[in-house]
């Protein structure tokens, strides 16, 4: 006899939610999981306590940098060990949050690895698990970089760049993504030397060009000092801290940056391990994720994934929406996720935002498109904030005035861009973006005149 109608495996952001969307329609549901708390890596060493370390130094940096025209004066001093408790306690309410929501939605909780042996079956330690659909949704491990070995404590992963021992006197980070710079500026704010050594031309690859150019420039005024075109050798750990070997993407004479620190952020990979997939038969592709189809089957019966484990963003709210998804096609329902509306956000300060195309990706596409951009130097709140830095830029359709893209460089800007993204899920132009009434005085009132700016109509600019 079948124990569950839904075994989900792993209970990060798209497990949990799958989970408990499964439940909400009527399922008898079970998950599998390893750690000790809920929540996955996002939950509990990934995008909360990452937030919470950059919300608290981001009041560092402001009390340090911004007071003084406002007329105050804070004698702020770090007290780094309380930092990382208050991590931990806001990561801690969560994950206590999932637990809570597992009971109220009478989920079960089944401790330990999984194997899958076959469809509708997972193997738990000793027992056999069965239902009528499995869910996969294991997330991603940090990619490893050869030469450079991680210790979790003078070669870090995101995860023991969350618990230091103390603050590093310089760090370098290897990789100019999302991580790296994320939590390369909580220690910049904290009074890390940061250096980032980047292999591709540019940081944020996959981000607009001219909003990555942008970031740059405002992270290298705070002091961040980037080596682009560079790859990263070998490293070595001795009692003077990390040196690492780097040279010229393209070739040529070998430098050595020496540090206390390294944060390796080079991307992650679909964490499959242990899963027995291969045994099982579940195909996956040349980048070792799950293959799927367009109803996150797998290709076993009844088996299906969502999440990093499978293609696209590796995102915590692309998960969570998969999980939506999948659970909704199950109960017969029309589950559905509109990948042309995933909004990406960078937390660092100014934030990073961004929905729908790049100015890269419609040229490539040759498709013809207008731009209208506002800068936040024009907009009155902006300057009440001392948030002056940065700019919304609004890519529509040249003959249809449909919206196709966003890009914000801003603070706030990991909020301002929701309102864009509605306005896609329903088709919208630049015109009704622009037809629509924004408070006074409100950051957002700058999406609004790169809407006007679309049709060359902005007013204070
Ligand atoms: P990423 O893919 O964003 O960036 C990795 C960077 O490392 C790229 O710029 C790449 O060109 C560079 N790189 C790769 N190999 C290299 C090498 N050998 N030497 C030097 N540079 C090299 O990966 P990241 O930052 O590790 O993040 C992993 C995933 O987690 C991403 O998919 C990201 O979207 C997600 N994430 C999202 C966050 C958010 O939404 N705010 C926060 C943190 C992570």
Not at 95 to 107: E, P, S, Y
Not at 328 to 334: I, K, M, T, V
């Amino acid at each position: 006899m079948m124990s569950h109608d839904l075994i989900v495996i792993g209970t990060g952001p798209g497990g949990y939610v799958c989970a408990i969307r499964a439940a909400q329609l009527g399922m008898k549901v079970a998950v599998i999981e390893k750690r000790a708390t809920h929540g996955g890596t996002c939950l509990n060493v990934g995008c909360i306590p990452s937030k919470a370390l950059l919300h608290a130094t981001e009041l560092l940096a402001e009390s340090k940098h911004g007071f003084a025209r406002m007329g105050l004066t804070a004698d702020t001093k770090v007290d780094f060990g309380q930092m990382l408790k208050f991590k931990q306690e806001v990561v801690e309410s969560n994950t206590k949050g999932i637990d809570f929501l597992f009971k109220k939605n009478k989920i079960d909780v089944i401790r330990g690895s999984a194997t899958i042996i076959g469809a509708g079956k997972v193997k738990v330690g000793d027992t056999v698990h069965e239902a009528k659909n499995i869910v996969i949704a294991t997330g991603s491990e940090s990619s490893k970089l050869k030469g450079v070995e991680v210790d979790e404590k003078t070669i870090v992963s995101s995860t023991g760049a969350l618990v230091l021992e103390k603050i590093p006197a310089s760090l370098t980070v290897i990789g100019a993504g999302v991580i790296g710079l994320e939590l390369g500026s909580v220690y910049q704010r904290l009074g890390s030397k940061v250096t980032v050594v980047e292999y591709l031309d540019r940081i944020l690859p996959g981000m607009d060009a001219e909003v990555a150019k942008a970031f740059q420039r405002l992270l290298e005024k705070q002091g961040f000092v980037f080596k682009l075109s560079s790859k990263v050798m070998g490293a070595e750990t001795s009692a003077a801290g990390v040196t690492l070997s780097v040279e010229p993407a393209a070739g040529g004479a070998a430098e050595k940056i020496i540090s206390d620190v390294v944060l390796l952020a080079v991307g992650r990979a679909a964490n499959t391990e242990g899963l027995g997939a291969k045994e099982a038969g579940i195909v996956l592709d040349a980048r070792g994720r799950v293959e799927v189809n367009e109803d996150f089957a797998t290709s076993v019966p009844g088996i299906y994934a969502i999440g990093d484990v499978i293609r696209g963003p590796m995102l915590a709210h692309k998960a969570e929406d998969e999980g939506i998804a999948v659970a909704e096609l199950l109960a017969g329902q029309a589950g559905h996720v509109n990948y042309g509306v995933i909004p990406g956000v960078v937390y660092t300060s100014p934030e990073v935002a961004s929905v729908g195309k790049t100015e890269e990706e419609l040229k490539q596409a040759g498709i013809e498109y207008k731009s209208g951009k506002f800068l936040f130097l024009a907009n009155g709140r902006a300057k009440a904030n001392q948030t002056t830095d940065g700019f919304v830029k609004i890519l529509a359709d040249a003959k249809t005035d449909k919206v196709l893209g966003c890009h914000i460089v801003g603070a706030q800007a990991g909020e301002m861009i929701h309102e864009v993204a509605v306005l896609m899920e329903f088709g919208g132009s630049a015109e009704d973006l622009a037809r629509t009434c924004h408070a006074h005085p409100t950051l957002s009132e700058a999406v609004k005149e790169a809407a006007m700016a679309v049709d060359g109509r902005a007013i204070h600019s």
